[in-house]
């Protein structure tokens, strides 16, 4: 299917669009930049803007074809597809690898991703959620609204990060993460209901879950299992 794009919006050199995206007025993207299918990126948008890094180019790649020099043109942006990305939502080129967005993720009115950044699938940020450089977001995270991530901080899959809270260390899987500084307060006990764990098996988990013991012999689904075994064998400093 066709992209549905206004005709206000700016589409720079070294954008690759997939099918059926819209892209509403006044939104930029600028290259390198490869966005897959079936996004809903709305009015105000920016991607692909340069890192916020002072001894980096700031070229004005909305207009200007990248030169495939990454050390000039940044490290690009990867989004997947059937995202939905709100108004004054922005995302920063990589400086030194490329800022990547998952798929079927909701991005909120205003929040930002900045450079350098990994975003898995099915993530949700709110409204006014900003991340420092570096970040990585794991599957199905949710950020609430104001949030604000330090300099690579890493937010394990499946974890809650409260309202206005200030997050400056890393946040396990499947945790809830309130204040400033952000420290957890319990397991997303929700979220892994939803994912079809019943109570024993999730009590089981939480000793995992807190960082106090290694991952215990239980029966997860195939998606779940997956994704716990990436957390539990990830590097402990991704930086």
């Not at 890094?53 to 989004?79: N, Q, Y």
């Not at 400056?168 to 892994?192: D, Q, S």
Request: net charge negative; with cysteine; aromatic share 4%.
């Amino acid at each position: 299917m066709a992209n549905r794009i206004h005709p206000t919006a700016v589409i720079g050199e070294g954008v690759e669009l997939g099918e059926d995206n819209v892209i509403g007025p006044f939104t930029v993207i600028a290259g390198p930049a490869r966005i897959g299918d079936g996004n809903w990126i709305g009015p105000h948008v920016t991607i692909g803007t340069p890192g916020e890094d002072r001894s980096r180019p700031h070229p004005a790649a909305w207009a200007d074809a990248p030169t495939g020099d990454p050390d000039h043109d940044g490290h690009g942006v990867v989004i997947g597809s059937r995202n939905r990305i709100r108004e004054y939502v922005s995302v920063h080129q990589g400086t030194w690898r490329t800022t990547t967005v998952g798929s079927d993720s909701y991005f909120l009115r205003n929040s930002h991703i900045a450079h350098d950044c990994l975003v898995g699938d099915g993530v949700t940020i709110a409204s006014n959620a900003v991340t420092g450089g570096h970040c990585h977001i794991w599957d199905g995270a949710n950020l609430g609204m104001g949030a604000i991530l330090h300099q690579k901080v890493v937010i394990g899959p499946g974890a809650m990060i409260g309202m206005g809270s200030a997050v400056r260390r890393e946040i396990g899987a499947f945790t809830i993460a309130v204040g400033n500084p952000a420290r957890v307060t319990g397991v997303n006990v929700v979220g892994l209901s939803r994912r079809g764990l019943d109570e024993e098996t999730i009590e089981a988990l939480g000793p995992w879950l807190k960082g106090k013991e290694g991952l215990p012999d239980v029966t997860l689904p195939g998606d779940l299992s997956t994704l716990v075994k990436a957390w539990d064998a990830r590097p402990r400093d991704e930086h």
